[in-house]
């Protein structure tokens, strides 16, 4: 039986004792004397008057409790067959090492560092080593290009740069430094000192006066024993920035602060996904993303879990069995991935025969997140993993699950195609465009009534103004996800599209994510993929794209027809689904999500930028040919 309906009510009937309580979990240097001031900020501020140090609950605490000889981390690299592991005792003396190299070069309590770096443990060692010093991190995707890597010199201004000689993508060496170097040309803020980590692979020059060995300067501290302590600061104060990259304009700066950030990420890890201190949680993401600050780095720590850091794919590194691997090595409790990878798996394993080589007796619960996650992708991982597999639904802005099902309070009956319900916190709603709430089973924006709970975004980096502009003034008192979809009669959450995937076929409203649903039940689809395009006589049109699984033979203009006649059966000719295509992979951020938006910009016939993100930019030539060949790219389409 779930507790959750108590624990959610008892949340709405006041939720500073709610929060009080869970606050209680942290060590504070000095208590809040307001849980909650309104009166603070764009919409109040939590645990005002607080003081902490992040990674002194990450860290520091564990190992006074006793528990120095538990690991902490596992670096687990297919791509470089290194596995390795810290204690919370070596983590700590790691990041405190790292934190006095920091102030040796001269970095104090409020100033920024870039870290810009792959998939290995330095990376995490250096944004705790960031929080233990009172330095404020901005996580910059390993590989991004020097452009967007120079915006954010320039947002945040940043006094050092932690960065390593290359990252590896699969079998693909990528040189950073060179990136680094060209950023540093181009931004108008020069970063005064840059921290190189040098891999076997690639070998980086270093820039006199400017770039330092990052081996050496450690060697050197852990020589002197010299080791930083824990800087108090406010709960208030910054932890780190993390940029959003839009396909427009500059991204946003979204602020983190410390306090309730660690309030509820440590109440999520047992409430939501059922982990105990001691269990191996694994979050396969980059440190790039939300996902590897919340669930990779911070909420693992905090809870004294053991964290799992993983250099490498879900299939190529070197099959669809890699992550069984991980599971089986290390013991993995439960994992959160992104739905991509699970395609991807499927796709290239659709019986599931790589699942059978593994024991996977430790592994209890499945979480995804980060896309839509499609019935039948969640019904083929039940079917071979025989374990609860729970979609979930957040964003970078919150850092944290908006709705979700709650494993620690009990598990709840699952509804494919829905992230189940909000957690204490979210007063979620749905809304119209004039901003009142629909009824039940009826589509809107989705919008949680402000005050946002700990741990969300305060505000923009440096920029009130375009926080309030993008997040709180469509609707007042609401806080906007941008997520299009609805509350059923049971109060179960269905995210639909961003509600720029909701299109607009000859006056009807109608949702792609709904129609990639049927699209992926066809056996042979393995991922699939649909945009609304312009369109002359309708305003838009649905334009669908599959990946058809390995081993598939068949004629693929059938396997496409019937595909439409899918789509007609069970949404209707309302849809106006007619245009499928089948290409050898979808264009994904690095992260996994479809950039669906910049296929909608190719078949438009419009000008387009190639994403940051991207994994691989060949595959928008690969894409914009088969669009191409088949007569699909143009901005006068009529009568489709």
């Not at 920024?112 to 290995?120: A, G, L, N, S």
């Not at 620690?408 to 195609?417: I, R």
């Not at 809107?444 to 980096?461: I, Y």
């Not at 699209?519 to 599959?546: R, T, W």
Request: glycine residues 8%; contains cysteine.
């Amino acid at each position: 039986m779930s507790r959750y309906a108590e624990v959610y009510a008892d949340w709405k009937r006041c939720p500073e004792n709610f929060w009080a309580r869970a606050a209680a979990e942290i060590d504070w240097g000095k208590p809040a004397t307001k849980v909650f001031n309104p009166h603070l900020g764009e919409y109040g501020r939590w645990f005002v008057g607080a003081e902490c140090n992040t990674a002194y609950n990450c860290l520091d605490r564990h190992v006074a409790a006793g528990r120095g000889k538990q690991k902490a981390l596992i670096y687990d690299s297919p791509v470089t067959k290194t596995v390795k592991s810290y204690t919370y005792a070596e983590l700590t003396d790691e990041v405190a090492t790292l934190g006095a190299v920091l102030q040796d070069l001269g970095v104090q309590k409020g100033d920024r560092v870039i870290i810009y770096m792959p998939m290995v443990p330095e990376a995490a060692i250096a944004m705790l080593a960031c929080a233990r010093i009172g330095a404020i991190h901005s996580v910059v995707f390993g590989g991004f290009a020097a452009s967007e890597l120079a915006t954010r010199f320039d947002d945040c201004q940043p006094v050092a740069v932690l960065t390593a000689s290359c990252g590896i993508e699969t079998a693909r060496v990528i040189p950073y430094k060179p990136l680094l170097d060209k950023a540093i040309e181009i931004a108008a803020h020069k970063p005064k000192n840059c921290i190189i980590l040098q891999r076997p692979m690639e070998k980086a020059s270093l820039v006199a006066g400017r770039d330092h060995d990052w081996a050496a300067l450690v060697a050197d501290a852990k020589k002197r024993g010299h080791k930083a302590e824990c800087v108090t600061v406010a709960a208030t104060d910054p932890l780190y920035i993390l940029y959003t990259s839009g396909t427009t304009g500059a991204p946003k700066g979204v602020v983190r602060d410390n306090g309730g950030h660690m309030v509820a990420l440590k109440w999520t890890m047992k409430n939501h996904y059922g982990v105990d201190p001691g269990d191996v949680f694994w979050a396969a993401s980059d440190v790039g993303w939300v996902v590897g600050h919340s669930y990779i780095v911070y909420a693992p720590l905090l809870h004294g879990a053991t964290s799992i850091l993983y250099e490498g794919k879900p299939v190529g590194t070197p099959d669809a069995g890699a992550f069984w691997r991980v599971i089986s090595e290390h013991k993995v409790a439960a994992m959160f991935t992104a739905p991509t990878a699970f395609r991807a798996i499927k796709r290239d394993d659709p019986n599931g025969e790589f699942i059978k080589k593994y024991d996977l007796s430790k592994f209890r619960t499945l979480f995804l997140a980060g896309e839509r996650a499609d019935p039948e992708t969640i019904k083929w991982a039940e079917q071979h993993l025989k374990v609860p597999v729970l979609d979930h639904w957040w964003q970078t802005e919150t850092g944290w699950p908006i709705a979700g099902n709650p494993v620690g309070l009990g598990t709840l009956p699952v509804k494919y195609g829905s992230p189940t319900v909000p957690m204490p916190g979210y007063d979620l709603q749905v809304l119209n465009p004039e901003g009142n709430e629909v009824r039940r089973g009826e589509t809107g924006t989705l919008a949680v009534r402000l005050p946002l709970p700990p741990s969300c975004l305060p505000t923009l980096w440096n920029n009130d103004e375009r926080f309030r502009k993008s997040f709180l003034s469509d609707f007042r008192g609401y806080y906007t996800t941008s997520g299009a979809g609805y509350i059923d009669k049971d109060g179960y959450v269905f995210v639909m599209a961003r509600t720029d995937d909701v299109i607009n076929v000859a006056g009807h409203r109608l949702s792609t994510g709904q129609m990639e649903e049927v699209v992926a039940k066809h056996k042979d689809v393995g991922e699939c993929a649909v945009i609304g395009v312009a369109d002359e006589l309708k305003g838009q049109i649905p334009m669908g794209f599959i990946v058809l699984n390995a081993g598939v033979n068949r004629d693929t203009k059938e396997i496409e027809s019937e595909v439409v006649k899918l789509v007609r059966e069970e949404i209707g000719p309302v849809a106006a689904f007619k245009q499928v295509m089948t290409v050898p992979r979808l264009p994904k951020t690095r992260s996994g999500k479809i950039l669906r938006g910049t296929m909608r910009a190719i078949a438009d016939g419009e000008a387009w930028k190639m994403p940051a993100t991207i994994d691989d930019p060949a595959i928008l030539d690969e894409i914009t040919g088969v669009m191409d060949t088949r007569g699909m790219i143009s901005k006068e389409r009529s009568g489709a």
